[in-house]
């Protein structure tokens, strides 16, 4: 029992003067020759980390330099965790490869309910299916085929001539690497007019159709909400009056007439709060005189989508809606083509 308290007084008495020999020599009285070893060491670690840091920075935007020419753009989420183009290419993907579910459509369907139905966004639906659906409406005729993508959301593009994967990025809001990927695009990723990709997540409208006049029968009843039960018209398009006033003294929600992107949503002068959806193919609506907005600039919407709520801001006498329709920036008589 004496010999084990022995030796653990000997281990302890030994433990503690090592230690103050190395805290003694390497911090409190240390020598030139130790100060100068740690001071190496220290500095040695954190050159390594900042050339680390910088290099890592540096490859990230040379990757990038060599799909755009420019600094990086939207590419640091996959280049942090270590990939580049290359790596994020590698799977064999191409437009035959969408596992696509065949679809009938019923009588009492339309696209909302179909993309309700199967859990997908309108847009991947209309434009996967852009000969039979309308760009406009919700309406496809009974007894058409479509095609929905099973897994995934997005919209079927069709490049235009000098585009970009960047520039289709920044129409749709896609994401560049998932571009590249998805259609197994390869350096030094040129594109060609008519060529067609798929754009995973991303969202289009029909900016740049091109048609004669304006079409009848697709677009919707702006005030066909339940509560707009009884609205009156006070008032036609005239020769200075570019629209129609439509109104209920308790006011009610709005509909967008089409599917479309707001170009403008807020207030201007004469016409209080109000809302302007492009088309598409030079059609444009104005919605004037809302108590509430409820979309933003910039935001893409569904036929029949709520945007505003009945109101009398601006200039004017009482709650109602003021509809205009414009075709290439000139106005037009609403009543042929809007069925209110």
């Not at 390497?26 to 954190?46: D, E, M, P, Q």
């Not at 994401?175 to 040129?190: A, G, H, Q, R, S």
């Not at 018209?233 to 007439?257: E, F, M, Q």
Request: charged letters at 15%.
């Amino acid at each position: 029992m004496s010999t084990l308290k022995n030796k653990k007084y000997f281990y302890n008495f030994l433990y503690e003067k090592i230690k103050y020999k190395l805290i003694y020599k390497l911090f409190w009285g240390r020598g030139l020759f130790y100060k100068n070893v740690a001071h190496f060491v220290i500095i040695s670690i954190t050159i390594f980390f900042l050339l680390s840091g910088l290099f890592s920075k540096f490859y990230a935007i040379n990757i990038s330099t060599k799909l755009y020419g420019t600094e990086a753009f939207g590419n640091y989420d996959l280049l942090q965790q270590g990939g580049t183009i290359e790596t994020v290419s590698r799977k064999e993907k191409s437009l035959t490869n969408i596992e696509t579910i065949t679809h009938i459509v019923e009588a009492g369907e339309d696209l909302i309910s179909i993309a309700n139905k199967y859990n997908r966004k309108p847009e991947t639906i209309r434009w996967m299916n852009r000969n039979v659906v309308s760009p406009f409406g919700n309406n496809i005729p009974v007894g058409s085929v479509i095609k929905i993508p099973k897994n995934l959301d997005g919209v079927l593009y069709v490049v235009k001539a000098g585009q970009t994967i960047r520039d289709i990025v920044q129409e749709t809001g896609g994401n560049e690497f998932d571009v590249i990927e998805f259609n197994n695009l390869k350096p030094p990723y040129t594109l060609i007019e008519g060529q067609h990709l798929f754009i995973p997540d991303g969202t289009l409208y029909n900016r740049d159709i091109n048609i004669k006049g304006i079409p009848k029968g697709v677009f919707s009843n702006p005030v066909g909400h339940p509560e707009c039960s009884g609205y009156i018209i006070t008032r036609g398009w005239l020769s200075y009056h570019n629209g129609v006033d439509i109104a209920k003294w308790s006011g009610c929600p709005i509909r967008a007439i089409a599917a479309g992107r707001v170009i403008y949503a807020g207030w201007a002068p004469g016409m209080g709060y109000n809302v302007q959806i492009d088309h598409g193919g030079g059609i444009v609506s104005h919605y004037y005189h809302a108590s509430e907005v409820y979309v933003r600039t910039g935001q893409f919407v569904q036929q029949n989508d709520i945007i505003m709520y009945m109101g009398t801001t601006g200039n004017s006498t009482g709650v109602h809606l003021h509809l205009s329709l414009f075709k290439d920036g000139i106005a037009v008589d609403p009543a042929p083509f809007v069925p209110y």
